[in-house]
């Protein structure tokens, strides 16, 4: 349930087209019924209470607002709160630039996406899984330099924005990891990141619908962007969106999945009525 005021201007523009719209409708039922003198004032009391309901209707759906879907060019974008791991389709699991798999609470943690999705998801198993990546025929330009010098976890690197195909999977390399294993990135290579990641989403989803989380919204930090907000950086994820080539064709859609923990966070309201204008 998201903070919203009573008196939000968003849900009185939607009221007044209510009102606007009973109003012409009783003025036109007016004009060919007479309604006795002494019925008018409970006739007034009942249509104020009416629109008083209605009110609260639409005050009470948009604060409890779970899903909303956009148009963007022509792809269906759902932005929706859920479990990733129940979407159909294709689910896309952030790693990071090694493609670690070991969770261990210092290299990916227990409680991150990533660490439930190995530790309770696995098609089959992590040996299988690791052999799968080792064996990927990833691009030439996505394999980086191997970092010898890194004492735990893999030692190959690979560009962030590559994906890796594991049967209802996308593993995307998404963080960046310094010398302490913390996931880090800064803003300009987020927005490399997501430009990428929609480039090669589009390669690969041979028309299934893909669902994804708000990239940072768990432990990666954002250099010089600490306080960014899971709002603010699924707006920057549907703006990517729009300038890539990445379209989605029927019935294939988009969907951005958002924790219940986070959906307080999120003003679905504002998106909906964005609509477009994102």
């Not at 940072?216 to 954002?222: D, E, K, P, V």
């Amino acid at each position: 349930m998201s903070k919203l005021d009573f008196f939000d201007k968003r849900i009185l523009k939607q009221f007044w087209g209510t009102v606007a719209a009973t109003g012409a409708l009783l003025s036109l039922i007016l004009i060919f019924v007479t309604i006795p003198e002494k019925t008018k004032v409970l006739g007034g009391a009942t249509c104020l209470t009416f629109l008083m309901l209605i009110y609260i209707f639409y005050w009470f759906s948009s604060k409890n607002l779970t899903e909303v879907e956009l148009k963007i060019e022509s792809s269906t974008v759902i932005v929706k709160m859920g479990d990733i791991f129940k979407q159909p389709g294709l689910k896309v699991i952030a790693f990071n630039e090694y493609f670690d798999t070991k969770v261990d609470d210092i290299i990916i943690s227990h409680n991150s996406l990533n660490g439930i999705f190995i530790n309770r998801h696995l098609p089959k198993t992590l040996n299988d899984l690791d052999r799968h990546l080792n064996e990927y025929q990833f691009e030439k330009n996505e394999i980086l330099d191997t970092n010898e010098k890194r004492a735990l976890g893999k030692k190959q690197k690979y560009d962030i924005g590559t994906i890796c195909v594991y049967e209802e999977f996308i593993l995307a390399a998404f963080s960046k990891f310094n010398d302490r294993n913390q996931a880090c990135l800064t803003m300009p290579e987020y927005l490399e990141f997501l430009i990428k990641f929609w480039d090669s989403v589009n390669r690969v989803y041979a028309q299934q619908s893909v669902s994804v989380p708000i990239f940072g919204s768990g432990i990666t930090r954002i250099k010089e962007h600490r306080n960014i907000s899971d709002e603010e950086l699924l707006k920057i994820m549907l703006w990517t969106f729009r300038i890539s080539e990445m379209r989605f064709k029927h019935p294939a859609k988009l969907s951005i999945i958002i924790h219940k923990d986070k959906i307080s966070q999120i003003s679905l309201l504002d998106l909906k009525s964005a609509r477009n204008g994102l």
